[in-house]
């Protein structure tokens, strides 16, 4: 499936808001380097962004069974 320019624009906004607040929440000393920098986005992400995005997708999953169950 393609993405619409105007998705992945909204994609875009939303992503750098989180970075924002990510960034606001990581200890500067761990984004001196590219490595520190690469394993506090790769820790920031599976603590905070990948459970929810994964809650949200088998939340939808779940709502696609029940209306293909309910036809």
């Not at 809650?55 to 709502?63: I, M, V």
Request: proline share 4%; aromatic share 4%; net charge negative.
């Amino acid at each position: 499936m393609t993405m619409t320019p105007e998705d992945k624009k909204l994609l875009a906004d939303h992503i750098k808001a989180i970075a924002k607040i990510l960034y606001k929440n990581t200890p500067q000393e761990k984004i001196e380097t590219l490595e520190g920098i690469e394993t506090a986005v790769r820790d920031q992400v599976l603590e905070h962004v990948s459970p929810q995005i994964t809650f949200f997708l088998s939340e939808k999953r779940r709502e696609q069974n029940r209306d293909a169950s309910e036809r």
